[in-house]
């Protein structure tokens, strides 16, 4: 019968649940959480609290805004090892310094299942929160400072997930520190709508496969999107503005969608591939980097189809003895340095456009050769091969480029834009 099925819940479940207000005085959390029952909300006076808690079952700390839980220096300020917690409203600061032992204002277990990590401000810790091995996480809507007293690899992470399935981080500023989420040997996570800034890496991604990167806004750090050693990632609709070394980068990933996101201003690259393969880059923006993409090491069997490349020193760095083709279907990209014309206006160039001569080659293999840019020697090689294109050696080329560049939604997020 329907009322037999429903037993097992309303054991697991709190007929009521009670509601405390902890006074603001030393050892007041843990003297009221003592007495708590599962279920129970724990409202903090204002003030500062010199704890460190272990929250073994569910229970909710509710930090109202106007309550700080200082850890003074030792290990982990909360550490999270039972089902169902939920935090939220607090200040959390003061956590220990080991590396080893992953101190962080917020550390949830393997059996900390479900736990819900809300609205909270995690300032100076090592790391900010640490998921380790928690299932089904949610990590939303805090605000996490990293430590700026050590160099920035001697640092901790904002986020830091350790195989731990079904994790969400979304809608957190994460700020200093080393990198803003760092996930290693997990699986079917999804870090979206964050805002990164003054780290190494915003996402750093390493054997992480079948998960989102989406949404996310990446300013000024050393590289935005960094995914490695992974599968069927899909990186969309991300942002990347002013990140030093690359906006998107692709190590050892395959099979994986990147999709609708916007790079402006990297200095180095706007998209790096080294040996990444069989990855679709579809309606991506790519602006004012000193390469546009650039493939490596073998990166192979990749789809290139209806992005911008917009005023890159270089739009493509590629290196073959073939031909690639980036179009499909009659589409391919968009080029801003192509003087393309369009006699029957469809909106597609009437001559396919090679992003790479013979001398480029040279330069990537042969750097002090640019000293002949300006040589006559050099103009007459590139002359002819834009007018005898069988001369040219193999690399990319886009047979049906764009005459106007598609504008992907996320590039409202970039000023000016």
Sequence with gaps: MRWLRLIPLLLATPLWAGEWDVPN?????????????????????????????????????????????????????????????????????GSGSDHEGIDSGIKLTKTATAPHILNNVLIGNLYGVDIHGAKDSLVKGNRIEGRQDRRMNARGNGVYV?????????????????????????????????LFRDLRFAVHYMYADNSEVSGNVSIGNDLGYAVMFTKR????????????????????????VISGNVVVGAQEKCTFLYNANKNEFTDNWFEGCGIGIHFTAGSDRNRIVGN?????????????????????????????????????????????????????????????AKLLLGSPAVQLVRWSQS???????????????????????????????
């Design 25 to 93: 005085r030393a050892g007041a959390i843990a003297e009221t959480l003592a007495q708590a029952e599962e279920g129970d909300t724990l409202r903090l006076s204002p003030g500062t609290y010199a704890e460190t808690l272990v929250l073994d079952r569910p229970v909710t700390i509710d930090g109202m805004g106007h309550a700080t839980i200082d850890g003074k220096g030792a290990g982990s300020v909360i550490t999270v090892t039972g089902p169902g917690v939920t935090l939220r409203g607090l200040t959390v600061v």
């Design 308 to 368: 911008a490349f917009v005023g890159n020193r270089t739009q493509v760095k590629y290196v073959s003895t073939k031909w690639v083709e980036w179009s499909e279907e009659g589409r391919g990209n968009y080029w801003s340095d192509f003087a393309a014309y369009d006699v029957d206006g469809n909106g597609i160039a009437d001559a396919p456009y090679r992003p790479n001569d013979s001398m480029d080659h040279v330069l990537w293999t042969q750097p002090a």
């Design 387 to 417: 007018a005898f294109p069988a001369l040219l050696p193999g690399g990319v080329v886009d047979s049906h480029p764009l005459m106007s560049a598609p504008k992907p939604p996320a590039i409202k997020k970039v000023p000016h834009e």
């Design 233 to 256: 990632v899909r990186v969309t609709d991300n942002v990347s503005i002013n990140d030093r070394e690359h906006g998107v980068m692709l190590n050892y990933a395959n099979q994986s």
């Design 162 to 194: 350790w195989n731990a399935p079904g994790a969400v981080v979304e809608d957190n500023d994460i700020q200093y520190g080393r990198d803003g989420i760092f996930v290693n040997s997990s699986k079917k996570n999804a870090f979206r709508n964050n």
